[in-house]
């Protein structure tokens, strides 16, 4: 289950690079707000993690090469994308994780804090891209309730 966790977290360190590189490239800054609340949803969750983790016993980097390599390399990819067609892949990108991490949620027997953590996390991006998906003006909201919730 610590391993499950853990991979969680790289999964954090990814996703802080992935987003910050939308933050720094993406061509249209009205999004800029949109990078900076999902970098804050991804840095809150590392560091709680880590914390939990570390706690467990698990030694947590700060940085690790392999996940920044691939969170430079898929941001790359899909930074040329307009807004609604970014949107639109990262919706059943998410997906897959968004299940997973819930599933596990729901099966763990131990560390239930940091399962529901992991999985509110991916829950509030999920459902924050399909907000966006639909066009709700309040989609942030979304991403907003969870930094609240666990800051």
Known sequence: MIAQLYNAYLGELYGIVFFNAFAEKYSDDSHNNKWQTLIKVEKL???RLKDGLEALGQICP???RDMEKKGLEDANKWLPLPWKELVDTMVPWVAPYQQRYQQQADEATEHLTLFTLVADHENAIYDYL???QQG???ALDILTTFIKKYA
Do not use: G, I, M, V
């Open 45 to 47: 969750t590392a560091q």
């Open 62 to 64: 700060d940085y690790d």
């Open 130 to 132: 399909l907000a966006e």
């Open 136 to 138: 709700n003006k309040n």
